[in-house]
C-alpha cells in the first residue's frame, strides 16, 4: 500500500501523463479512483443520482482536457478535483435556485413593447460595448469570457488557470476598468 505522500505523487505523474500524451491508461487509473470518491462526496452534499454523476463526468472531463493547468506544487489532485466538484455543485444549485423565479412576478412582466428609437439606442449602446470589449488586453479579457460569456465562476477560472483567486478578481476588475475609459462619455456599464 502506498503512503499518502506517494499515493499523491503518483496522482500527480498520471495527471502529468494525461496533460502531456493524452495517456488514456492513466486517465482510466484516475478516472477509476476519483470518479466513485467524487459520486459519494457529491451524495453526501443531497445530490440524486443524475446530477452527482452529471457533475463527475464534467470534473473528469476537466481533467482530461484541461490537466495542464493542475499544478502538483499547489495542491493535491484530489483537492483540485473536489474544487472543481464543489464550484460545480455550487453553480448546479444557483442555475436551480433561478429556475424556481415565478415568470407571474409582477417586476418580471414586461409593460410594453419597446418602440423602434429605443431599439435603435439598445444597437448603438451595443455596438460601442463591442467596440470597447476589443480594447481590453487579453489576459484580461479571456478571463471576463470564462466568467461572462462561459459562466465560470471566479473560484473555477482559478483553479483551471492556476491564477490566485485574487489575481483573477482583480484582472476582471480591470477589464471592467479598461471597459468604462473605453466607454467614457457613454452610457456606464455596472460590473
Known sequence: MLSDGDQKDRFAALAKAVADRRDQLAFRQ???HFAP?????LHRRGLPNEEA?????EVMTVLWHRAGLY???RSSLSTWLFRIARNRHIDLQRRQRTRMIDGKEPLLQIDDVPGMETMLESEEREAKVREALTRIPGEQMELVRASFFLGYSHSEIAACTGLPLGTVKSRIRL???HLRKALDGHDRLSP
Open 30 to 32: 484516475l478516472f477509476d
Open 175 to 177: 477589464a471592467f476598468e
Open 37 to 41: 470518491r467524487l459520486n459519494y462526496w
Open 71 to 73: 499544478d502538483s506544487s
Open 53 to 57: 454523476e452529471e457533475i463527475v463526468q
